[in-house]
């Protein structure tokens, strides 16, 4: 994740690998009968019935029709018009600035009326807001909830059966988590593309071939985590000669310097995007999966119709592994604003009008 999890999909996109560290830098079919905490619900469904009757869906602008004299009538309203406010928090690092935007311009573009609560904290502080009702919706990881919220330290094989007890942790406590993203932000072994090409490496595994000589960079926590050093020795038999404690954001100038030959990142870095660095890979999946699931209670799905659901799914869709490094990098090299950043991402997509 790009920053603070201490850790980033069911009838999903592609899933790919658990919980990142702090750093600095399937739709909802609502299941059970719990009842919306707004009022309004008359309003919302003789508007969803209009929308569905004219066809009005998609992000694109408001369409017009003529009555025949050459002027124009009122704009077609869009699904989310008159549905109530909605307020949207991110935690506390990069990537979840990108994908705060990135929600409120795309539900904005739809019609609802969205409140944007940047940089609130960590899981805990965010799951408090959302409790307090402060908060009807935030993006987390699969990993990050199910340990973090749902307290549940279980291994699971696959994003799938991961994403599955997430879920059904979620209903039972009058949440809903939609669908997952493609890419999945989980700490990661990465070493230089040249070192990598020059011992034939491409999994973790391969490291064992260069252990005796190897020093491995990673935040001190790092080296006695099971979902870290004493998980790859567990699983890929691989013990590094040294150790070194390096502070989050540090790691590649690590690498670049030759201090460490293999650093601990998250698969969704914005220096990844530079191809100066390989990942290798974790077929035993020691990093665990954390594809971000967007939280949603209950009642503001009831409360806010279908197109709300369905205009995070669309965007969701969107981002890859390799779209989310490059959003990343936008802001974390280029020094570009996160909501700069989340426009032109919709705007690329088809997502926000022209």
Do not use: W
Request: aromatic share 6%; charged share 15%; glycine share 10%.
């Amino acid at each position: 994740m790009n920053a603070a999890p201490s850790g980033a999909p069911g009838g999903a996109p592609t899933l790919a690998p658990t919980v990142p560290q702090a750093r600095s830098t399937l739709s909802p079919g609502i299941e059970g009968p719990a009842p919306p905490r707004r009022s309004g619900r008359i309003l919302a469904a003789l508007l969803t019935l209009t929308l569905v009757a004219c066809g009005a869906a998609g992000p694109a602008a408001p369409q017009t029709r003529s009555d025949g004299g050459g002027s124009t009538a009122a704009p077609l309203v869009l699904p989310g018009t008159a549905r109530p406010p909605v307020v949207i928090g991110d935690k506390n690092f990069t990537e979840q600035f990108i994908l705060g935007e990135i929600y409120e311009q795309a539900l904005t573009a739809q019609g609802f009326t969205v409140s944007l609560n940047k940089n609130i904290g960590s899981t805990q502080v965010t799951m408090q807001a959302l409790d307090d009702g402060q908060l009807d919706m935030y993006p987390e990881y699969i990993g990050t909830f199910n340990a973090e919220v749902a307290n549940d330290p279980s291994v699971y094989p696959s994003a799938r059966a991961a994403f599955d007890a997430a879920q059904t942790y979620a209903v039972a406590h009058g949440l809903r988590l939609l669908r997952p993203t493609p890419f999945s932000d989980t700490d990661a072994i990465a070493v230089l593309a040249a070192y990598g090409a020059e011992h034939h490496l491409r999994t973790i595994s391969g490291l064992s071939r260069v252990a005796s000589g190897l020093t491995l960079g990673a935040p001190p926590q790092f080296q006695d985590s099971q979902t870290g050093l004493l998980g790859i020795e567990s699983a890929y038999g691989v013990t590094p000669a040294h150790f070194q404690p390096l502070a989050i954001g540090l790691q590649y100038q690590a690498l670049q310097d030759g201090s460490v030959q293999a650093a601990d990142v998250f698969t969704t870095d914005g220096e990844l995007a530079s191809g100066q660095y390989q990942l290798l890979g974790d077929p035993y999946h020691v990093f665990g999966f954390e594809n971000v699931i967007p939280v949603v209670t209950q009642g503001t799905l009831l409360a806010e119709g279908p197109a709300f659901a369905d205009t995070i799914d669309r965007v969701d869709a969107q981002l890859t592994t390799p779209t989310m490094r490059q959003l990343n990098a936008d802001v974390d090299v280029y020094n570009q604003t996160p909501a700069s950043v989340a426009q032109q991402f919709l705007l690329e997509h088809g997502l926000l009008p022209a």
